[in-house]
């Protein structure tokens, strides 16, 4: 028997038994927000401190969000690290880029 299942688009793909296949919508959409979020620090239209804000916010809105929809502590886990994987690369090599004004 195969391991093949459909995914989101229709399209069979193989499924791990040990881990799933990571979504390639979501992945799509989180690395291009991030090349946005980047953009836009280096175009000066947003400071990195207030970038690193909205990550913050945004991880505090996810926990919020899930207690309330009854999400696994698991995948919220995984969001919040993906969260803080995004603040990483706003503060990583910059010297004092999280005092920034």
Known sequence: MSNDRPSDDGIATSASPTAPEPDSHGQAALLLVESIIH??????????????????????????????????????????????AIERTLTVGEPGAANEP
Do not use: H, P
């Open 39 to 84: 953009t836009l620090i280096d175009a000066k239209v947003l400071s990195r401190v207030q970038v690193i804000g909205a990550v913050r916010t945004a991880a505090e809105v996810k926990v919020e969000v899930a207690d309330e929809l009854g999400e696994s502590e698991a995948n919220m886990r995984r969001s919040l690290g993906l969260l803080t």
